[in-house]
């Protein structure tokens, strides 16, 4: 958050950014150097939310995080390669007040089985789960092929070699690891940024 005080300018000394000197505020260099950043590492859209909408997302992640998602990948042989062909999201007692999300590299699913999607200009598309006393399995309409064989422990891929997604976007990329899941890309990139301009 940012004060009044970060907003003075007039007698300030200029600071070079983005190959650029000129006088700038604090809240000035501060959004120059993140939307420079954010730009850099993707090409979504920059959303800025009020503080009431802030409020609500962070009760909401709190409430999911209390639930504990888990999310199981459906993996098998298809036509000479082993791929992941949907997943199964659960839960603490397969319940939870609040959607998961769960973002998808490429394509979709077969049935939406009751969640929504949300996707904003070239953002991954996302699907809100609301889990109501089951665990909730999902088909996907692009298998994600596995470069490799994957070993399985308690219930999630430990490691899996080179992956390989479906479309020229994710062509090459590292398969995510571990148990974190429903988080928004925007947010974790956006924290990342943050993070990496505090240090």
């Known amino acids: 958050m940012f004060h009044q005080a970060n907003l003075r300018v007039v007698d300030v000394y200029d600071t070079m950014l983005n190959d650029i000197q000129k006088q700038r ?16 590492l993707v090409n979504w859209p920059l959303i800025t939310k009020t503080h009431d909408d802030l409020a609500i997302t962070f009760n909401n992640r709190m409430t999911r995080d209390l639930c504990q998602p888990s999310l199981l990948w459906q993996v098998k042989q298809l036509g000479g390669s082993i791929v992941i062909s949907g997943f199964e999201l659960s839960a603490v007692g397969n319940y939870c007040a609040v959607p998961i999300p769960v973002t998808l590299p490429s394509g979709t699913v077969t049935s939406l089985l009751g ?5 904003i200009g070239n953002d991954p598309l996302t699907l809100w789960v609301s889990l109501d006393g089951s665990a909730m399995s999902f088909d996907l309409t692009s298998p994600i092929s596995l470069n490799g064989t994957p070993w399985l422990a308690t219930g999630k891929v430990a490691g899996a070699g080179p992956v390989t997604f479906a479309g020229p976007q994710y062509s ?9 899941i429903g988080q928004s890309w925007r947010f974790i990139v956006l924290v990342g940024v943050v993070v990496f301009l505090m240090n």
Do not use: D, H
């Open 115 to 119: 969640s929504t999607t949300e996707q």
């Open 172 to 180: 090459g990329s590292s398969l995510q690891m571990g148990n974190n």
């Open 25 to 40: 505020s604090l809240l000035q260099m501060w959004v120059e150097t993140v939307v420079t950043e954010f730009n850099r």
